[in-house]
Nanobody
Framework: QLQVVESGGGLVQAGGSLRLSCATSGGSPAEYYDIGWFRQAPGKEREGVACLIGSEDGAVYADSVKGRFTISRDTATNTGYLQMNSVQPEDTAIYYC??????????????WGRGTQVTVSS
């Protein structure tokens, strides 16, 4: 059973950068999945942030992070990343990594991480 573990969250000042990591393990060697990042701010519903569909050429982003965040994946280590640049206080949230059935735009998640807190100070 695939396991997902996020890391890299923390406190960062507005305008700064942070890189989140997503380690996956326990899946079968032939298992393929898309990597997605989601976030949930206090009092709000969980929302999709970025999804890597197949390859980095197939990345899609929420409008709120487009041009600032970059999703990537190291297939050799089964690790996903979310590079967050020019962060703003409204980016404060718990960030979750997820594995989704391929080519479903991360709408078919079957494994979630527990989340990592990102706090952006103004």
């Amino acid at each position: 059973q695939l396991q997902v573990v996020e890391s890299g969250g923390g406190l960062v000042q507005a305008g700064g950068s942070l890189r989140l990591s997503c380690a996956t393990s326990g899946g079968s060697p032939a298992e393929y999945y898309d990597i997605g990042w989601f976030r949930q701010a206090p009092g709000k519903e969980r929302e999709g942030v970025a999804c890597l569909i197949g390859s980095e050429d197939g990345a899609v982003y929420a409008d709120s992070v487009k041009g600032r965040f970059t999703i990537s994946r190291d297939t050799a280590t089964n690790t996903g990343y979310l590079q967050m640049n020019s962060v703003q206080p409204e980016d404060t949230a718990i960030y979750y990594c997820a594995a989704s059935r391929p080519f479903k735009h991360c709408l078919a998640v079957y494994a979630w991480g527990r989340g990592t807190q990102v706090t952006v100070s103004s």
